[in-house]
């Protein structure tokens, strides 16, 4: 059975993936059929380019992409076109919600005294 899956390269801690069409009973870092595309995880935003006719043309003809492999064709829009689906909206990265701040212990404490100093001036 042929795959479209994750080939892991990159130094130590520092993991960069290709996106590949491999047979199912070769390893993971083995030998591929095809090299359809690459995966940064570590830039921001993270980096996807998958060369959506060829990940096309190896699903149509039956190539099973993994669990992951299959988010990053629906990102980038391959996944849609095989399916007929329509395609998600991307959001651009200015548009992504900034993270939340999580209060410290410590900063809970400092918020707590600056508001009991205004209370006092205003007393």
Known sequence: MVKIRLKRV????????RVVVADS?????????EAIGH??????????????????????????????VRKLLSISGAWAEFTGQPAPERQAPEARPKPVRRATAAASVEAGEAAEASEETSA
Do not use: C, M, V
């Open 39 to 68: 995966y940064h995880p570590r830039r921001e935003p993270s980096e996807i380019t998958i060369d959506n006719a060829r990940a096309r043309f190896w699903l149509e003809r039956g190539a099973q992409p993994s669990d992951g």
């Open 10 to 17: 990159g130094k130590k801690k520092q993991p960069s993936y």
């Open 25 to 33: 009973r070769s390893p993971r870092d083995g030998r591929i059929i």
